[in-house]
């Protein structure tokens, strides 16, 4: 059973998402800060975090971090509000894949979850150009700017075509459509690219499009 970790210390919360999720036939658990949430790491094997970010002890960008490092194949959701989009940025430099407004709908919360779950890519409602100018330094003509857009230089047309549109916010199912492809294609290509690039998710490659100038 695909297993979904929930940490937010409101406990209404956590209750309202076990509710939700486990309606969907997912195994849900729920950690109420930061450092329970690792400590169910060491005796339990999930697949994806909602983690929220402002919580007592260890906040969720540190526990976001300690998880990545460890367990790099997990995907973490941040758990947001409108004010807290400095704080969400910086889970995502800790390794989280996208973000999800804690007033999220039940029927978007399940489609995001059934995205990872069925092993599509990793859905990021939030992340778009005017998103990512808010929250990520503009590039410079650094070292690191030089490398980064001579990785990505190094794809093919195809791929850095998908990486541009991945940058606006776009989901697999909308590059298809736009590209006139079948879904299955982008999703062979993103993770191409994910291998090329070594990056972890979709949202560092549009951090990384959008860091490197292209």
Known sequence: MYQILVCDDDH???????????????????AYSGQE???LFQ???????????????????EATRRITRRWPTIS??????????????????????????KDVTKHNLI?????IAN???????????????????????SQRQQEMRKAFDALT?????????????????EIANQLTVEPASVKRAVTRILATLGLRNRTQIAIGW?????
């Open 37 to 39: 949430a690792i400590d």
């Open 12 to 30: 209404d919360i956590v209750s309202a998402l076990e509710i939700y999720l486990t309606g969907e036939g997912y195994g849900v658990t729920g």
């Open 76 to 101: 973490i959701l941040i758990l947001t509000t409108y004010d807290e989009d400095d704080y969400a940025f910086g889970g995502l430099d800790a390794g989280a894949s996208g973000f999800l407004l």
């Open 157 to 173: 047309p195809r791929q850095r075509e998908i990486c541009a549109l991945i940058s606006e916010g776009l989901i697999n199912e």
């Open 43 to 61: 005796q339990n094997q999930f697949h994806l975090v909602l983690m929220d970010i402002m919580m007592p002890g260890m906040d969720g960008i």
């Open 119 to 141: 092993g599509d890519a990793i859905l990021t409602p939030r992340i778009t150009r005017q998103v990512l100018e808010r929250g990520v330094p503009h590039p410079t003509s």
């Open 111 to 115: 489609d995001a979850v059934h995205a």
């Open 210 to 214: 959008f860091k490197a100038g292209m």
